[in-house]
């Protein structure tokens, strides 16, 4: 009955739900379940230059109820910065994934947190994925100092270095290269790793794509070019903006591999498959067919350029998160209890995020000139010299150790009044060793100058590193009083 | 005695005297004078001044080709890429025979797509590869410009400190000669604009060494501009400049050569020149102090400062587009920092403000020429010369 009502429904293909392995009357603890389970894709693969994977993907029931809980989790996640940002507590760009969650979650279950991934701005399901936390994905979205960049790159800006996210690009197709990069550098330090760069139909035009395709087919590098068509660049449609939109035909000499972008584990079989394939024979491309509800971003409505009917229709019949569900349902895996519990658990995960964040404090005002450099050589304060007497600059990151370079010397942080201060030295030198020009003070001053001086030396020694061959403090242009 | 107590207390301060000489601090005195303590230590403080003493003649083109093959030597992290740097030994031979030492995995030809490998250099940065990419000229960096300054030069704050990114991108910047309009624009002023990168442009071969390693060592995104018409010309280098640790500090000018009565500020190519009007200043009375910037981002403001503070003149040469142009900025900074020491208008030499053209005397006239700076500096100092004509 359950079956039935499902296959009806299922306007793709009748073979969607119909377990291969009968797992019926088993009924273990689903979140540690293992046992392995074949299910078909809704649709075969369409493929270009190469041979497609098969249709039947191997799961677990674990690997099913994570996905559900991850993409409720996503979906959540998604409509939550779409009321922050109404209520004004996100500003400028927010782009939302839910409709998409399917290629962020099947790209994670076939690969690994070495492997790379880099995406252009549309990217908090995509850091959520790589092991990013709720906290910081709405601590950055606010500009908080719990975000995942500090605050200092907002929605556009998220990265995870140490699990393989590099962004996070605000630049449409700038990310192609880049990836093409991540996976140079891959192959350069013989990794046995791949990149997974992902971009939109919007960027499928763009001529930088095309330029890192062939150097990435030249050179052979582990290279898959996602294309997450969601059939809308921004308000172009998909027939408006490129004269063949069968993007994963676009590479020509480079196999490419259509995918139905809302079946999470047809995403997980050709991730798998691209990445075996990259790592043998160079680049693919993946096309992802899958759709956004929300409009481009926020300040984009989606209702100008395609109908409310096409948003719903494909909510009602494509939606993976139902699609999941169903799949669990159908395989007795979890009752729809459970399964609305874990959505509870899942939106109250997300509200004391929500709560947290909002108590995160913004980030410092000394932020504002951090980051700049790795290894700072100076970056001018703008600010006019701090506090009274005798104080020191701010420094940047003041590396101790950069690979063992002898003979580098670098500089301490200065501010406007440096000059003055290597004047001020200089002064009290001279006076100290009487050689001004107008013939120099008495002794007991010029000994009062010279312990003033040593003073200084003895102050600047004690700060001083070893590396460091000049240290310069800075003063309040008040206390120069020193004149020649 | 009162020296040896100032010598005494310096010493325990923990400075030498070699490095108060580099300072500037211990000011020597020209006129030899028996009268004063210090002349009696200057015959062992003037010792100190030449530690260099070997005179080996370097090309800057040999200079950049040894830099290079040194770090590429001691880090296999270092890789170069770009047009013609491999099996053709380099556009203009800078790269040659590092084809032949490291392999093709390492210095690497690309097609003519400097969006797409300059964006693959930046990518492999990212992932904590030290790559060098060479532009044939930096006219063709506009190409790729998006890459050097959205995601080299932004990531390392955008990201709070996670990705970092240890690139250098180098080639010819400038005029070279006769190469016409889209081949002879200068980027100094346009790259050292940003915050994030760091832009450098050596003039001597001890520059070129000491630079161009700094910036492959250097975490951040370097931009690195040569000029072509001095990679031929060739420079004395001391033993201590051939070392491979050899490094010159990020952010700090040179003094090419001292002087007391107006401060010439340039780089690159345009140091030669201002050296040479220096010498025909000097006949006429005029001591003039050049400055090589070396560094435009960070510009070393303090040293410019103190020269003008100690000069009261200043003249700003350049080669490239004078609007918002390193000149602009230099000046700005010295009238902020210094404006009470100013005894005359800040003198700005640029290239004109025209695109290049191409017939000889045209070219002529649209670069900096030595009788420019010449005529400037008389201006600064007040000797009546007339301008020179304006667009």
């Not at chain 1, 050689?435 to 010029?446: D, K, R, V």
């Not at chain 2, 950049?64 to 770090?71: K, T």
């Not at chain 2, 370097?222 to 000029?227: A, T, W």
């Not at chain 2, 050049?290 to 020269?307: E, F, G, K, Q």
Request: glycine content about 8%.
């Amino acid at each position: 009955m359950a079956l039935s009502k499902l296959s009806s429904s299922s306007s793709l293909s009748t073979n969607i739900l119909k377990p291969l392995t009968n797992s019926f009357f088993l009924h273990r603890p689903i979140s540690t379940d293992t046992t392995p389970l074949t299910i078909e894709t809704s649709v075969p693969f369409t493929s270009h230059q190469c041979e497609a994977p098969s249709r039947s993907v191997e799961t677990t029931p674990k690997e099913l109820l994570s996905f559900f809980r991850q993409m409720a989790t996503m979906r959540r996640m998604e409509i939550a910065a779409d009321s922050l940002y109404k209520a004004k507590l996100v500003r400028g760009f927010c782009h939302l994934y839910d409709g998409q969650e399917a290629v962020a979650i099947g790209m994670e279950a076939g690969i690994t947190k070495k492997d790379s991934i880099i995406t252009a701005y549309r990217d908090h399901c995509t850091f959520l994925g790589r092991g990013g936390t709720l906290l910081e994905v709405f601590s950055e979205l606010m500009g908080r100092k719990d975000g995942c960049s500090h605050g200092k790159g907002g929605s556009m800006h998220f990265y995870k270095k140490d699990s393989g996210f590099y962004g996070g690009h605000g630049i449409v197709g700038a990310q192609i290269p880049l990836g093409c990069g991540l996976a140079f550098a891959q192959k350069y330090s013989k990794d046995e790793t791949v990149t997974f760069a992902l971009y939109g139909d919007g960027a499928a035009n763009q001529g930088q794509l095309f330029e890192a395709l062939n150097i990435a087919a030249l050179w052979d590098l582990p290279a898959i070019l996602v294309c997450e068509n969601n059939h809308y660049g921004m308000g172009t449609a998909e027939w408006r903006a490129a004269k063949s939109p069968s993007y994963y035909k676009r590479g020509d000499y480079v196999p490419g591999l259509k995918v139905d972008g809302m079946d999470a584990l047809a995403v997980k079989q050709a991730c798998k498959f691209a990445k075996e394939h990259a790592l043998k024979n160079g680049p693919m491309i993946l096309e992802m067919d899958t759709y956004r509800y929300h409009g481009h971003s926020m300040s984009d409505p989606g209702s100008t350029y395609r109908t409310r009917d096409e948003i719903s229709g494909v909510r009602q019949e494509r939606d993976p998160i139902e699609r999941i569900r169903k799949l669990i349902l159908a395989h007795d895996l979890a009752t729809e209890k459970e399964l609305k519990d874990i959505e509870k658990e899942v939106r109250k995960e997300v509200d004391d995020a929500i709560a947290k964040a909002k108590e995160s404090p913004m980030p410092e005002p000394s932020e504002l000139f951090t980051n700049v450099y790795v290894k700072g050589y100076g970056v001018e304060t703008a600010a006019s010299a701090v506090g009274c007497g005798w104080t020191w600059s701010e420094k940047l990151n003041n590396r101790k150790s950069d690979g063992g370079m002898t003979g580098d010397v670098c500089y301490r942080i200065y501010t406007i009044d440096s000059y003055k201060a290597v004047r001020y030295l200089q002064t009290s030198w001279q006076l100290a060793m009487c050689s001004a020009p107008n013939g120099g003070p008495p002794l007991f001053l010029s000994l009062i100058f010279r312990l003033f001086y040593c003073h200084v030396a003895q102050l600047i020694k004690s700060h001083a590193d070893k590396r460091h061959r000049l240290i310069v403090v800075s003063l309040p242009a008040s206390q120069a009083t020193f004149k020649l | 005695m009162v020296l040896l107590l100032a010598v005494n207390m310096v010493t325990r301060a923990g400075f030498s005297l070699k490095q108060l000489k580099m300072w500037g601090i211990i000011r020597q005195k020209v006129a030899a004078g028996g009268g004063s303590p210090v002349a009696r230590i200057r015959p062992v403080v003037s010792n100190l001044r030449n530690y260099s003493s070997a005179v080996k003649q370097m090309m800057v083109r040999e200079a950049l080709n040894s830099a290079l093959d040194e770090e590429m030597s001691a880090d296999p992290k270092v890789f170069l890429m770009g047009e013609e740097v491999g099996e053709y030994q380099g556009a203009y031979k800078i790269s040659k025979g590092l084809l032949e030492k490291y392999g093709p995995e390492r210095v690497l030809d690309t097609p003519i797509t400097e969006a797409g490998f300059t964006g693959i250099g930046v990518g492999a940065a990212y992932y904590g590869l030290k790559p060098v990419v060479e532009f044939m000229t930096f006219n063709f960096s506009m190409q790729a410009i998006d890459h050097i300054i959205n995601s080299a030069a932004k990531s390392n704050y955008m990201s709070s400190g996670q990705i970092s990114v240890p690139i250098v991108f180098r080639g010819p910047n400038g005029a070279a000669a006769g190469v016409g309009a889209q081949h002879s624009h200068c980027y100094a002023a346009w790259y050292a604009s940003v915050p994030g990168l760091k832009v450098l442009s050596p003039y001597s071969s001890e520059d070129a060494r000491g630079l161009l390693k700094a910036a492959i060592r250097d975490p951040d995104p370097v931009v690195f501009l040569e000029n072509e018409l001095l990679y031929g010309e060739s420079f004395p280098v001391s033993a201590e400049v051939l070392d491979s640790s050899f490094c010159l500090p990020i952010g700090k000018a040179k003094i090419e050569r001292e002087g007391k009565d107006v401060t010439i500020t340039a780089f690159s190519k345009i140091v030669g020149l201002s050296l040479k009007a220096a010498e025909i200043l000097a006949k006429e009375g005029i001591s003039a102090e050049v400055i090589n910037l070396r560094s435009i981002r960070p510009l070393d403001r303090s040293t410019i400062n103190a020269s003008v503070r100690k000069t009261n003149r200043l003249v700003t040469v350049e080669e490239g587009f004078p609007q918002h142009g390193v000149g602009a900025e230099i000046c700005a900074s010295v009238i902020e920092e210094s404006f009470s020491y100013l005894d005359a208008p800040v003198e700005r030499i640029a290239g004109a403000d025209v695109p290049m053209p191409y017939a000889a005397n045209l070219e002529r006239m649209a670069v900096p020429q030595v009788e420019d700076i010449v005529r400037a500096a008389k201006r600064a100092c007040y000797r009546s010369v007339p301008m020179a004509a304006a667009a």
